[in-house]
């Protein structure tokens, strides 16, 4: 199961008990046919979530495609930085750190049309 990046700050929550949520960074490396001009459509749309995160075999699907991964440590500490502000110097602060990762391949979702009798 996967043990939650480390943030510099604590995320911020909502006061009402029902909007009420956790902030979690996750590494994913996304294996099978994906490009990125679906990623960031994606991405700019919401589409893009992470269902059974607290399994070993957690799903994430990115806008139509699904993929089943599982969590693994990694060899050292994936670092992550976010970009500061939209200037032309490339500035970058530390968001989060992790030493576990989410390694995912593509998985076909069929439809299972047993009936029982």
Known sequence: MPKKATQEQKPQTSQAPDDEYEETIVVADLNGVLDVDSVN?????????????????????????????????????????????KDQDNNYEFLAKSSTRLSTNKAIVSCSNESKE
């Open 41 to 85: 459509r994606a991405f700019r749309n919401g589409n893009i979530s992470l269902r059974f995160a607290n399994t070993d075999r957690p799903l994430v699907q990115v806008g139509q495609s699904v993929f089943a991964g599982e969590w693994n440590e990694t060899m050292g500490t994936d670092i992550i930085f976010q970009k500061n502000g």
